[in-house]
């Protein structure tokens, strides 16, 4: 009891240590509105190049097996959605190299929090999640509606679940690469890497071959974060599958993790 009790207080702790960054990250960037405005359009810019591949999708009437473009459009919802909630503490991956190079990740270390969690969440870029998220939750409504999926507290609640087991498996998979800083300083391709392999993941899993499908959902499973929700209101996930679904958030974060102590173990600051 005692064991549950310290676990809920830490999760408590490190919640409201996470609102106290996003007060502070929003109140930060409203001092600069125009550098906040200015990531809303470059934002925004971006949506508007993913929206071409809807376009696309609708005027050619593509079906791809079950997939019709209204269920393609719920996909592309999802993936814009938590393109959103990535970009809200990306900022903070690709700042570890001038931190370990600069010696400031020092004073992370011996805080009496987790310096992985300081680390990555200290910054929070609501100009990249806004945008991001009203097209995406818009594009969800549009294609759940017309596909004519069901809407019952059992379909939202799925849905919902596996969306926030994408979310809890993108940070750690995408955290993993730039963890290669505290090794290498050749880390300029790093951050190409990642947006390739995110954008890789922007189109339903389905519309590719098999081996491709198993690479994406079991070696790198990028299609794990965006395609669950969707294949669950289709009611295409099998039960091994929905297991996956909840254990790769789990397992991946534990590798993240023991990597980032691994890493901050060999870490020799660069003030000393």
């Known amino acids: 009891m005692e064991k549950k009790t310290g676990i809920l207080n830490t999760f408590i702790r490190y919640g409201k240590l996470l609102f106290v960054f996003l007060k502070m990250s929003l109140m930060a960037q409203l001092e600069y509105r125009i550098n906040f405005a200015a990531g809303v359009l470059v934002e925004t810019g971006w949506l508007l190049i993913k929206l071409l591949y809807v376009a696309v999708v609708y005027r050619a009437g593509i079906k791809i097996g079950v997939l019709t473009p209204d269920h393609i459009l719920l996909f592309i919802g999802v993936y814009i959605l938590l393109t959103g909630v990535y970009m809200l503490y990306y900022p903070n991956f690709t700042s570890l190299t001038t931190m370990i190079r600069d010696g400031k990740l020092d004073m992370y270390l011996v805080k009496p929090v987790a310096a992985q969690f300081l680390v990555t969440m200290q910054r929070l870029d ?15 409504g549009i294609g759940w509606h017309r596909a004519g999926l069901p809407v019952t507290v059992g379909s939202i609640a799925g849905f919902l679940f596996f969306l926030v087991c994408g979310a809890l498996l993108t940070y750690s998979l995408f955290l993993l690469p730039h963890l290669l800083v505290f090794w290498t300083t050749a880390t300029n391709g790093i951050a190409d890497l990642t947006a390739a392999v995110w954008d890789f993941n922007n189109m339903p899993q389905l519309i590719y071959g098999k081996w491709m499908q198993r690479i994406g959902t079991f070696l790198l499973p990028v299609f794990v974060i965006t395609n669950f929700p969707g294949l669950f209101l ?15 958030p789990i397992v991946f974060f534990l590798i993240a993790r023991a990597v980032w102590n691994q890493a901050v173990k060999n870490y020799t600051s660069a003030s000393t």
Request: proline fraction near 7%; avoid cysteine; aromatic fraction near 4%.
């Open 126 to 140: 609501l100009s990249l999640l806004v945008p991001d998220a009203v097209a995406g939750i818009v594009m969800i």
């Open 234 to 248: 289709m009611g295409e996930l099998s039960a091994p599958m929905a297991v996956w679904g909840v254990a790769a």
